[in-house]
């Protein structure tokens, strides 16, 4: 099956090198066409910084399956130095991944954003090369009750990585409203998980069979890298601009909002019985106006003026059930962008803000 491997690392390497080619094409693009949104308020490039460190990771691939090549046309397959190069491969890729995932909105909690937990999980990931290297030294390519123990910490390693990956997809593309590829990413990531199986499990030694799973899980992961890259070019596209948007305070719970890119003109809200949400609007609102620049933002942790991100999103969804929008519906980032370091400001622009004056002077009683 020596043709079966050689055509899958072939396949393999330039697979993954179109991939990043065309990923880090979408990059660039990103940067020269949207960097007016990209760099206002200076907020974090968190789009085009994930699109990079998935496009590393595929050329991560690149690397792996030359490495490969090298082996087999060496014939050094079977020896520690080939392990040792692939464990450190692999780590370098995790590392990637994970860089990937701390920009994706739609992550799990503790890995948005959260610099703190990424950096213990980077931490985690060299604690585990260095095992696995030690492992790889200790018991080289060998099997111990079916199961090769070198292999063992990195597959463990990378099963989680693949259970972030899955879920932080399919949450995005749930959310905009691309169910197919939301499941279709799930069973690439599932098949990826399989494919190191074989790694690490003697029972799985059909070579046709893994290499196929291999091809099909990382031709089908770099598809879903792509679709995810061209629906953040279409949400950058659908971003309001600052100058176009207007929100007028006329009384408590009522506001009046308008942005004609989101088909919102003159639209009146009334936040009824939901005070909290308004007057965190408010706050934004007032700070954005009336404050100096670098006081301008509002800090968003368990020990800011907001206390969570829950109720910066609440914001936006009881303005989207209020309008009762379905197809143009506002997110977040449209109203409210992100400064780094916990810190959101809103977007409209100071002289775009109008506060009844009575209205007014009761908020700055109550400072």
């Known amino acids: 099956?020596?043709?079966?491997?050689?055509?899958?690392?072939?396949?393999?390497?330039?697979?993954?090198?179109?991939?990043?080619?065309?990923?880090?094409?979408?990059?660039?693009?990103?940067?020269?066409?949207?960097?007016?949104?990209?760099e206002e308020g200076n907020s974090i490039k968190r789009v085009d910084k994930g699109l990079l460190y998935f496009s590393f990771g595929m050329l991560v691939w690149v690397v792996s399956g030359i490495w490969a090549l090298c082996a087999s046309y060496f014939t050094f397959e079977k020896t520690t130095t080939h392990q040792v190069g692939v464990n450190i491969l692999s780590t370098?890729?995790?590392?990637?991944?994970?860089?990937?995932?701390?920009?994706?909105?739609?992550?799990?909690?503790?890995?948005?954003?959260?610099?703190?937990?990424?950096?213990?999980?980077?931490l985690i990931i060299v604690v585990v090369a260095s095992i696995t290297l030690l492992l790889s030294s200790l018991f080289g390519n060998e099997f111990y009750y079916g199961i090769k123990i070198a292999a063992l910490p990195d597959v463990l390693l990378t099963t989680f990585l693949c259970f972030l990956m899955g879920v932080s997809f399919y949450?995005?593309?749930?959310?905009?409203?691309?169910?197919?590829?939301?499941?279709?990413?799930?069973?690439?990531?599932?098949?990826?998980?399989?494919?190191?199986?074989?790694?690490?499990?003697?029972?799985?030694?059909?070579?046709?069979t893994n290499q196929l799973i291999r091809v099909v899980a990382k031709t089908s992961l770099i598809s879903v890298f792509l679709v995810l890259a061209t629906?953040?070019?279409?949400?950058?596209?659908?971003?309001?601009?600052?100058?176009?948007m207007k929100i007028q305070f006329l009384d408590w719970s009522l506001i009046k909002l308008?942005?004609?890119?989101?088909?919102?003109?003159?639209?009146?809200?009334?936040?009824?019985?939901?005070?909290?949400?308004?007057?965190?609007?408010?706050?934004?609102?007032?700070?954005?106006?009336?404050?100096?620049?670098?006081?301008?933002?509002?800090?968003?942790?368990?020990?800011?003026?907001?206390?969570?991100?829950?109720?910066?999103?609440?914001?936006?969804?009881?303005?989207?059930?209020?309008?009762?929008?379905?197809?143009?519906?506002?997110e977040r980032k449209d109203l409210i962008t992100?400064?780094?370091?916990?810190?959101?400001?809103?977007r409209i622009l100071p002289e775009h803000i109008i506060i009844d004056e009575a209205l007014l002077e009761e908020y700055k009683q109550q400072l």
């Open 258 to 330: 308008t942005i004609p890119s989101k088909g919102i003109v003159n639209a009146k809200i009334d936040f009824g019985s939901k005070t909290t949400q308004y007057k965190n609007l408010l706050t934004f609102a007032y700070r954005r106006k009336f404050l100096e620049a670098e006081k301008q933002s509002i800090i968003v942790n368990s020990g800011g003026d907001i206390k969570s991100q829950t109720y910066v999103t609440r914001i936006i969804d009881n303005i989207n059930s209020i309008l009762n929008t379905e197809e143009e519906k506002l």
């Open 231 to 244: 629906s953040w070019v279409i949400q950058l596209a659908h971003t309001p601009k600052p100058n176009e």
């Open 171 to 208: 949450r995005t593309f749930m959310y905009r409203d691309l169910k197919l590829v939301a499941f279709i990413s799930v069973i690439a990531i599932v098949l990826l998980f399989v494919s190191q199986l074989s790694d690490v499990l003697i029972g799985f030694d059909n070579e046709f």
């Open 1 to 38: 099956m020596a043709e079966v491997t050689q055509f899958h690392n072939l396949l393999h390497t330039c697979i993954s090198f179109i991939g990043a080619v065309l990923l880090l094409a979408i990059y660039y693009n990103i940067t020269k066409r949207f960097k007016e949104v990209l």
């Open 92 to 122: 370098v890729n995790n590392l990637f991944w994970l860089m990937a995932l701390y920009y994706v909105h739609d992550a799990p909690k503790f890995i948005y954003r959260n610099e703190k937990n990424v950096k213990i999980i980077a």
């Open 338 to 346: 992100f400064i780094g370091e916990s810190k959101y400001r809103l």
